[in-house]
């Protein structure tokens, strides 16, 4: 990284930017888009925030199209649901990375930023509901039933509801009530992650239960594992809630937050291709899995839902004066 010292930054400048516990480390709010993509290469409290999401979404990317070229791709009936879901897993830290780059552009561009980056979650809880439906083991797991309950999420929570109140509480409350904010963007992970693992907490049960010999059960608790300790780091703003100004730049919990979400999400891939290794031959029938129309068609109903809940969001910034420069 470049060894740019950044000019301080007046605290009535950073409302609505300012992070519990980081001190130093801001840019300027009103950076234009040449000085965002620039601050990429200076040490900012933002700086690792960027790469963390950036490297890994190529990393994916690569994953995605070693599977599109290999063996199971396309042409195999299994595969669909599973490509799914790993282009949401590219899609999703590329989103975030870009909302870190190039939200200090303006209060509006913000907004705007992190509404594309919790759609892109939004579109990563309907791509892991796709990778279950690749390698079904029981009734609870059932594609059918999978389907049903995806669309169910993505329609009454995700992309509906849940999600309009969700965005305008966690970007339009940051100022005035940042623990409602918080609360209330903690909330619009967990809920989807929980709803979504039903099937695998059955697994879990079962095998507690009835014991089970399956390879890749290690490997999904390892993913759970690091999913509630990425859920706790967000939520607790650890380290630097106890020692405020000494990880500004790095191991600040954001940072923290983002590397135990994608090492959740390989252990997670990881499983997932396990899985489908273990039980090819007893995999359902290409009759009883989605087809190709109907799993692109779910995600473009996705993709249109969750555009729809941004458009109207941002409209709402009409009404909300940019504040003015200090």
């Known amino acids: 990284f470049l060894p740019v ?14 992070e519990q516990g980081i001190l130093f480390g801001y840019r300027p709010p009103r950076s234009s888009a040449a000085d965002c993509l620039l601050s990429v290469f200076q040490m900012t409290n933002e700086t690792l925030n960027i790469w963390t999401h950036f490297v890994p979404a190529w ?5 995605l199209v070693g599977r599109l070229q290999g063996p199971g791709g396309p042409e195999d009936p299994n595969a669909w649901p599973l490509l799914a879901y790993l282009l949401t897993c590219c899609i999703y830290p590329l989103a975030s990375s870009c909302a870190h780059t190039f939200s200090t552009m303006s209060t509006h561009a913000r907004h705007i930023c992190y509404f594309f980056d919790y759609a892109a979650l939004s579109m990563y809880s309907l791509g892991k509901a796709h990778g279950a439906i ?6 609870p797991q059932h594609p059918q039933v999978l389907l049903r309950r995806a669309a169910l999420d993505l329609l009454l929570c995700r992309a509906g509801p849940c999600e309009i109140p969700s965005l305008f509480s966690c970007r339009f409350l940051e100022v005035e009530r940042p623990m409602l904010s918080k609360a209330s963007r903690t909330l619009a992970f967990v809920y ?3 709803f979504d693992s039903i099937p695998l907490f059955y697994r879990f049960y079962r095998c507690a239960a009835e014991g089970c010999t399956e390879a890749a ?11 509630f300790l990425t859920c706790f780091i967000f939520a607790s703003h650890l380290p630097e809630r106890l020692a405020p100004g000494h990880f500004d730049y790095i191991g600040h919990s954001h940072q ?13 891939m990881e499983a997932i291709t396990m899985d489908m290794a273990e039980r090819h031959d007893r995999l359902l029938p290409p009759s009883l899995l989605p087809s190709s129309p109907q799993t692109l068609g779910s ?3 996705g993709v249109a839902a969750s555009l729809a809940v941004i458009g109207l969001c941002s409209l709402s910034l009409r009404f909300m ?5 200090r």
């Not at 059960?217 to 999913?227: D, L, N, R, S």
């Not at 004066?321 to 420069?325: D, H, I, N, T």
């Open 5 to 18: 010292q950044l000019p301080p930054v007046p605290v009535l400048a950073l409302q609505g930017y300012q």
């Open 299 to 301: 995600m473009g109903i």
């Open 321 to 325: 004066p940019e504040p003015l420069q």
């Open 59 to 63: 990393y994916f990317v690569w994953t």
């Open 134 to 139: 690749s390698c079904p083991a029981s009734p």
């Open 256 to 268: 923290v937050f983002h590397v135990c979400g994608i090492i959740g999400t390989l252990f997670q």
């Open 192 to 194: 989807p992650y929980l």
């Open 217 to 227: 059960i290690p490997v999904h608790y390892k993913h759970t594992g690091f999913a």
